[in-house]
């Protein structure tokens, strides 16, 4: 098994920025990928950026050029800059994980941008 457990969330003006952490443990060496999923309110989960261990990097149209993923591999822990936030940015944002053929997902941390 492997445990995610996202921090760094919180209530952010309009154009700044947030950085969230995503710390891994467990059997950790099963993990091919990991990335980051959103849901706002009434929305269905949708990817924003996912990072595999070959360093290939997937960004959401929505997100690319101002967020930024990033893994430390030698402390299990994913990064996601949020640069420029927007109010359509507010969401509860999901640590996700894969590998070995199972999907693991954190508990989400909120993300909340003023206007």
């Known amino acids: 098994q492997v445990q995610l457990v996202e921090s760094g969330g919180g209530l952010v003006q309009a154009g700044g920025s947030l950085r969230l952490s995503c710390a891994a443990s467990g059997r950790t060496f099963r993990i091919n990928v990991m990335g980051w999923h959103r849901q706002a309110p009434g929305k269905q989960r949708e990817l924003v950026a996912i990072k595999s261990n070959s360093g290939s990097t997937t960004y959401a149209d929505s997100v690319k050029g101002r967020f930024t993923i990033s893994r430390d591999n030698a402390k299990n822990t994913m990064y996601l800059q949020m640069n420029s936030l927007k109010p359509e940015d507010t969401a509860v944002y999901y640590c996700?994980?894969?590998?070995?053929?199972?999907?693991?997902w954190g508990q989400g941390t909120q993300v909340t941008v003023s206007s």
């Open positions: 996700y994980a894969f590998g070995g053929g199972d999907a693991y």
